[in-house]
């Protein structure tokens, strides 16, 4: 009888070992399966964004613009002030080199303008993208990041 007893108590033991071991391996599994999700997506702990978009935190401020607009039937003109963001601290002296060349393009994007293309809020965004690829026409790869229009007043 004595026997009876000792092999009772050894069946829980080896259903318990087998429970966790099973527990352990689902828990295992569950893992492995949510951080290979987790790399496929790029999301929670694999996000590249941070990585993939670059941080504008320098900016050259240009010198004030006056210009004449393209107004057929009055003369109209356009004074602004434009700050360029740009991401590595070296770069300002790529653009201080060709402030020149960035004022032209600049001039040249604006002038072709009239007062109801520039003065209407929602084509701004329009206008600073523009600026922007025409900049970045001078440089290879591109170093603006954003275009900041500081000041602005069309009379």
């Known amino acids: 009888m004595s026997d009876n007893i000792k092999s009772l108590s050894h069946k829980p033991k080896r259903k318990s070992n ?12 569950a893992a492995a399966s949510f951080f290979t999700y987790s790399y496929i997506t790029k999301s929670f702990f694999f996000d590249d964004k941070a990585e993939d978009e670059p941080v504008i935190d320098q900016v050259y401020a240009l010198d004030e613009f006056v210009l004449n607009l393209k107004d057929s039937n009055s003369r109209r003109y356009l004074k602004t002030k434009i700050a360029l963001g740009y991401e590595n601290k070296k770069d300002v002296e790529i653009l201080a080199e060709n402030n020149f060349q960035i004022r032209d393009v600049i001039i040249q994007t604006l002038r072709m303008k009239n007062a109801e293309e520039i003065m209407a809020a929602e084509k701004t ?3 600073k993208r523009e600026l922007m690829d025409d900049i970045n026409g001078l ?5 603006v990041l954003d275009i900041y229009i500081i000041d602005f007043l069309v009379q």
């Open 125 to 127: 965004e329009d206008l």
């Open 139 to 143: 440089f290879e790869p591109d170093l």
């Open 18 to 29: 087998k429970i966790a071991i099973i527990s352990a391996l689902v828990l295992v599994l």
